[in-house]
């Protein structure tokens, strides 16, 4: 991916579709101002979205994911949903419990205590 290039006075094509809507734009207006089409500014609008997710993470680190096995992710969801978070979530906060806990050992209890 390169550089965000200029569009329509607006540093970036992201940057133009968010001010746009901001300014009560329809899809199909900002997509003819920008000459995109509409699947364009959703996608856009989707990317910018989880963009500023990420960045809301303190210490996240884009592109490093973890992918959980259907019964994990199983299990986890009744305790997940009393917390009004989502499986993922709770794994990454038990995660970070654990390991700011120096708890790892404890927990594997597999004699490979360090």
Known sequence: ????KPVAGYPSTTAAVHAMREAGKSTRDIAAALGINANAVSALEASAIRAQA????????????MVLPLDVLNHMR???S??????HELAVRIIKTVVMSGLIDAVLDDDIAG
Not at 1 to 4: L, T
Not at 54 to 65: D, L, N, Y
């Open 1 to 4: 991916m390169g550089a965000p």
């Open 54 to 65: 990420r960045r809301k993470v303190p210490g996240a680190i884009e592109g490093r994911g």
């Open 78 to 80: 009744r305790p997940a």
């Open 82 to 87: 009393r917390r009004g978070i989502e499986p």
